[in-house]
């Protein structure tokens, strides 16, 4: 009995894990209300993070660069703003059309999205 007690609490735990660092963002209109300012780079190999814009939440899982945009910024995991310059910057992006592409570059600016 106990034992699977301590099994239902670790799927829960890891359950809960897992959706702590989905990737549903909502793009604020104030840079005071965001969690990470964005910059979006014109190459690739410029970007901390290659994003893939998804077309449902459910594609959007882990933090791996596969993003939902959400409607409410209730919905959302993080709020971004993204502004002008890469200076100003949390993190530099890069908007990929594959799917596949979506990486994270710099490792040490993963923490911004968990």
Same mark, same amino acid.
């Given at each position: ?10 799927? =829960? ?14 793009? =604020? ?24 814009? =998804? ?60």
């Amino acid at each position: 009995m106990k034992t699977s007690i301590k099994l239902l609490l670790a799927a =829960c735990l890891i359950c809960f894990a897992y959706s702590l660092n989905a990737q549903k963002v909502y793009s =604020c209109d104030s840079k005071y209300d965001a969690d990470v300012k964005v910059y979006v780079a014109d190459s690739k190999y410029d970007a901390d993070l290659i994003v893939y814009k =998804c077309s449902s939440k459910y594609d959007a899982s882990g933090n791996k660069g596969l993003w939902f945009f959400v409607n409410s910024k209730y919905d959302a995991d993080k709020l971004i703003f993204f502004v002008d310059s890469k200076y100003d910057a949390d993190v530099i992006i890069y908007f990929s059309d594959s799917k596949y592409d979506a990486q994270w570059r710099n490792n040490s600016k993963m923490q911004l999205f968990y």
